[in-house]
């Protein structure tokens, strides 16, 4: 029985780790999209290595705009610092 569990947790963890891969290529190519058209739009022609340098900043700023960098201490209340658990501080 616990190995039937152990296989369940892996092959979860196998399709969880697969489903972000997926995403995390989608949002980086609608994001090389955005920047292109938007270079476009202001009247730039950028290189390909330009956009996909651009791109990549981008999706590494909006990934890491979400990560906690501080843990809030389990006797605080939610009022004494809104800003308590994600973003930069």
């Keep these: 029985m616990q190995l039937v569990k152990l296989l369940g947790r892996l092959l979860q963890t196998v399709v969880t780790f697969v489903v972000l891969i997926v995403l995390a290529i989608a949002a980086f190519y609608v994001t090389v999209f955005v920047v292109s058209t938007g270079a476009g739009l202001a009247g730039y022609?950028?290189?390909?290595?330009?956009?996909?340098?651009?791109?990549?900043?981008?999706?590494?700023?909006?990934?890491?705009?979400?990560?906690?960098?501080?843990?809030?201490d389990p006797g605080r209340t939610s009022h004494d610092d809104d800003n308590s658990r994600t973003g930069f501080h």
């Design 45 to 72: 022609d950028p290189s390909g290595d330009f956009v996909v340098l651009s791109a990549s900043l981008l999706v590494v700023a909006a990934l890491l705009g979400g990560v906690p960098f501080r843990e809030t």
